[in-house]
C-alpha cells in the first residue's frame, strides 16, 4: 500500500471512528478509565409494568447494539494504531502480508486469510 492510500484510508478511519462514536453515545457513556470501552445507559420511561418492560427491551437492545459499536471501534483504534506504528497489512498471528485484495474488502482485517481460517481469534 502506498503512502497515500494509508493516508486515506487513516482518514476514512477516523470518520468512521467520529460515526460509531456518535451512534454509542445515544445508547451508552464513555468509560472515563479506558479507552474505546462503553457503558450503557439504563432507560428509564417510568414506573408502570408496560413502561418498565419497555425499558427491559430496550435495554436488551442496547447491550447488544453496544457491543456490536464497541467492538468496531476498537478495530478501528487498533488498525489506527497500526497505521501509525507502520505495522498496517501483516498479519497479527504469523506476521505475513495479508493479501492486498483481503484488505480492500476488510481494512481493519488482524489476520491472513490462512489464520482467519485455522486461527482462534474469530476476524
Ligand atoms: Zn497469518
Known sequence: MTKDELQKLYE???LEEKNLRKQLAEIAEQNPAIR???QVKVPEYGEHEDENAMEATDLDRNFA????LENKLNEILKTKEKIKKGTYGKCESCSA???PARLKVRPVAAL???CAKSGSKSN
Do not use: Q
Request: hydrophobic share 30%; aromatic share 6%.
Open 97 to 99: 502480508e495479508i493479501a
Open 12 to 14: 476514512d478511519l477516523e
Open 36 to 38: 474505546g470501552d462503553y
Open 65 to 68: 447494539m453496544e457491543r456490536e
Open 112 to 114: 491472513c486469510i490462512s
